[in-house]
């Protein structure tokens, strides 16, 4: 079955500091489907990323950066000059396509990173 | 706006009693489901339907029943409430019900069951 790892529980930083956060999955599947969530202090899950197998390109956007590498089985996350109002919760998720590895239908997540960022 | 949504946000219960919580979008999406998540094991998911009259089970299903009647609705029902069911959940809901769509949330539900 799949399985995603967020090694790091907490992270905490000064503000302006760039920050990576680690995600590592587990699939038996050829073709699946990375994501990246935030959940804020206030509590709601918002989306940020999602990227196919098939698309190792990294890709940016703003201060955010995605960097996927099959090789490592890693789609690690970085926010360069952070703010305090990147502290959050991020989560990393997976859904396979064809759940040939008996994987459940949903996203499969890891269990979140805390980052504070500290002003 | 295009959104889930989520009632009641909060919601505090005694053991037994039947609650129901509900789940609307306005996206017209075909998929929809439900998650928990609790402090050190994330979010999982609960029950999810591909379309209209079509549910299935989840990796934690068990105390939970939902209906799918329309295509904007998936409420989630606790026939029996218990205190293990104490939680933060959330609903989501994808375009075509294909698995790798995004799949957008609502705000959250906290229960806490007594």
């Known amino acids: 079955a799949q399985k995603v790892t967020q090694a790091q529980t907490e992270i905490s930083v000064v503000e302006k500091e760039d920050v990576t956060l680690d995600c590592v999955y587990e699939t038996r599947d050829t073709t699946y489907y990375l994501f990246w969530y935030k959940q804020p202090p206030s509590g709601e899950l918002v989306f940020l990323i999602r990227r196919n197998s098939f698309d190792e390109q990294n890709e940016i956007s703003g201060r955010y950066s995605w960097n996927f590498q099959k090789s490592t089985s890693s789609f690690n996350f970085t926010i360069t000059a952070s703010q305090v109002v990147d502290s959050a919760v991020y989560f990393c998720?997976?859904?396979?396509?064809?759940?040939?590895?008996?994987?459940?239908?949903?996203?499969?997540f890891g269990k979140g990173t805390h980052l504070i960022i500290q002003p | 706006e295009a959104q889930v949504t989520q009632n009641p946000r909060y919601l505090i219960t005694v053991t037994g009693k039947k609650l129901t919580v509900t789940c609307s979008q306005n996206?017209?999406?075909?998929?929809m489901s439900w998650y928990r998540q609790d402090p050190g094991l994330g979010l999982r998911q609960i029950y999810y339907s591909m379309n209209v009259e079509v549910t299935d089970k989840g990796d934690v299903p068990e105390g939970y029943k939902v209906s799918r009647k329309e295509k904007r609705n998936f409420p989630l029902i606790l026939e029996s409430p218990s205190p293990n069911q104490t939680s933060l959940y959330f609903c989501?809901?994808?375009?075509?019900?294909?698995?790798?769509?995004?799949?957008?949330f609502g705000p959250g539900t906290r229960l806490l069951v007594l």
């Open positions: 996206m017209n999406h075909e998929y």
């Open positions: 998720a997976l859904s396979e396509w064809a759940l040939s590895g008996g994987g459940a239908d949903g996203l499969t």
């Open positions: 989501a809901s994808s375009g075509s019900g294909n698995r790798g769509e995004t799949q957008y």
